[in-house]
């Protein structure tokens, strides 16, 4: 039985990959959340898609270090995690940053700190069992700074050189970390830019990409696949050109 523990376990994006999961049967499944609520409608649902599947429910501060490093400690101290995915974010509004500190500095809190904290109390756990496979996710928008969202893109770009830093650091081990890049994908927290006419992604072709990519040990993933070059122009534009992009 597979130990899998999920960290933002409420989010359309981990629910999906959580059903993959459990749809195979055989699962331990642990989700982490604030809202126990919503968790526990989710582990009732993950409970009856499987053969064999368990699903329990923790909720914890996600900016309290401390109560982070506990919250892995005693999942791990259960049985040695064997996958484990940390996918909690939120999308802000990035006027609204520019405005208030506070605000910025929450967002820069809960999308970036947030998950580097907890993937680093997982990677040491998995690194003490000599096992395990951690996926984190970012986001395209870590790529580049962009005025639409470069207080959001700041914290996953944070994000993105910990996870460099964390596989070189665990490269001579068993354990695998995954950093997943998605794109614009349709779930609640991007509803406002469906309104607006964008395409988005399908969450559960998404989720399908992130469970086979973090089961596989691949270093970076982005989903949908066409992003890798739409942000490698991006990247590369020169400086003078992208200045002028309203983007």
């Known amino acids: 039985m597979k130990h899998i523990l ?14 993959l999961w459990a749809t195979r049967g055989g699962a331990r499944l642990v989700l982490v959340g604030r809202d126990e609520r919503r968790l526990e409608t989710i582990a009732q649902d993950l409970r009856v898609r499987g053969q064999g599947v368990e699903a329990s429910t923790r909720v914890v501060d996600f900016e309290d270090a401390a109560a982070i490093g506990a919250l892995v400690r005693e999942a791990a101290a259960e049985r040695p995690v064997d996958i484990a995915l940390v996918a909690h974010g939120h999308l802000p509004d990035q006027p609204a940053c520019e405005a208030e500190l506070t605000l910025a500095a929450r ?4 999308n970036g700190v947030s998950p580097v904290l907890f993937a680093e109390a997982i990677a040491g756990e998995m690194q003490r069992a000599g096992r395990g496979a ?10 580049r700074g962009r005025k639409s969202n470069y207080v959001y893109g700041s914290a996953k770009g944070l994000v993105e050189r910990y996870v460099e830093g964390l596989q070189h650091r665990l490269a001579a081990t068993p354990v695998r970390v995954t950093l997943v890049k998605p794109g614009p994908t349709d779930t609640p927290m991007t509803a406002h830019l469906k309104r607006d006419g964008a395409k988005l992604a399908d969450v559960a072709a998404v989720a399908r990409d992130i469970v086979s990519a ?19 122009v991006i990247r590369n534009l020169p400086r003078a ?5 309203n983007i």
């Open 107 to 110: 967002e820069l809190s809960i």
């Open 6 to 19: 999920i960290v933002g376990a409420t989010s359309a994006m981990a629910d999906q990959c959580a059903r």
């Open 214 to 232: 973090t089961e596989a040990g691949k270093p970076v993933l982005y989903t949908p696949g066409k992003w890798v070059l739409i942000m490698a």
């Open 134 to 143: 951690l996926a984190v996710i970012g986001s395209v928008a870590g790529d």
């Open 241 to 245: 050109v992208f200045h002028r992009m």
